[in-house]
């Protein structure tokens, strides 16, 4: 089943509060994960829909074909590169300051990351599942380096959006696409399935600055245990082993995270954060400064045409 209609957009209605003090709770879904209608036909076969609707993840294996991955391997080698040339915030390294942990903005930086983010076989569906002009909210590469690539802690992106950025709605999904292989060994994305349906809001107010730190590690905004227990207990986890090339799916709300890859081989993926243009973002609901442009566009939105 498919919901187009929500009830009437306010954006300054905290329907997700979070980080104010108050005890932490599982608040119900309140905004479909699937946009378009069922007589739309969708890009992908329908049973991928259902699946992706039921469960806030979808992965599609073999959707970029090995040379178009070479290419982007090489590209995010050269962005490497420039992590020890430039005093630029966009690079984040590790916390030994040695390697490089994530870049954000790729599709600025790079000429071929703005190609790819505006790839038909990205857009397509992301139009699909949003029913709506899209923009990127966010872009990056997570590298996370063989031996020293530390873990990314349980979260939901639509909590940090939300509070944070000021994201009114769960209108908003994640692309992923591998660069190397993610495997068991690597540390790779784990999401608790369904679990997208349950908004776990967090108890600890947002600190001034926090964004520097936790792009490091995060430590506000992490559900508490309990709750997280309680999903993994109800449905479980799942890792996200996939193939250069595959094509990793995810809503905005779903429960995720990685260990730290401890061994030789990197795992590195390139993400796309697409929002509803409808749900652009406001004021912060956390009533903190905003986080800076290349973690969250607010001045540099553009529809994807």
């Known amino acids: 089943m498919s ?25 119900p879904r309140q905004d479909p ?12 076969s329908r049973e991928d829909i259902q699946f992706y609707q039921q469960n806030g993840f979808l992965i599609i294996k073999n959707v970029f074909p090995p ?7 090489n590209e995010l080698n050269h962005l490497c590169s420039l992590s020890t040339r430039t005093a630029d915030n966009r690079f984040i390294l590790e ?17 071929r990351f703005e190609e790819l983010s505006e790839d038909p076989r990205l857009i397509e569906l992301a139009r699909y599942l949003l029913n709506d002009d899209i923009y990127i909210h966010q872009s990056r590469v997570n590298y996370k380096p063989g031996f020293n690539g530390n873990g990314f802690n349980w979260h939901s992106d639509f909590e940090t959006w939300h509070t944070e950025d000021g994201m009114p709605r769960m209108r908003a999904l994640s692309m992923s696409i591998p660069l190397t292989e993610n495997t068991s ?15 776990l ?10 964004y520097i730190d936790s792009l490091k590690e995060q430590q506000i905004g992490i559900p508490n245990p309990a709750n997280i227990s309680g999903l993994v207990s109800q449905y479980g986890m799942v890792q996200a082993l996939s193939q250069p090339g595959s094509l990793i799916l995810f809503d905005s709300n779903t429960l995720h995270g990685s260990n730290s890859n401890i ?10 954060v697409y929002n509803a243009l409808s749900n652009k973002v406001v004021a912060p609901f956390d009533e903190a400064p905003p986080r800076p442009e290349f973690l969250a566009a607010r001045r540099s939105i553009r529809p994807i045409p």
């Open 3 to 27: 919901v187009t209609e929500l009830s009437p957009l306010n954006s300054n209605l905290d329907l997700y509060p979070s980080r104010k003090g108050q005890p932490a709770k599982i608040i």
């Open 33 to 44: 994960c699937v946009y378009s209608d069922d007589a739309v036909r969708p890009p992908i």
């Open 67 to 73: 040379e178009e991955i070479t290419d982007f391997k």
């Open 95 to 111: 916390k030994d300051q040695q390697d490089v942990r994530s870049i954000f903005e790729v599709h600025i930086l790079s000429k």
């Open 185 to 199: 060994t690597n540390g790779p994305l784990m999401f608790v399935p369904r679990s997208h349906h349950h908004y």
């Open 201 to 210: 809001s967090c108890t600890e107010q947002t600190p001034a600055h926090h």
């Open 263 to 272: 061994s030789p081989h990197p795992r590195s993926n390139v993400f796309f």
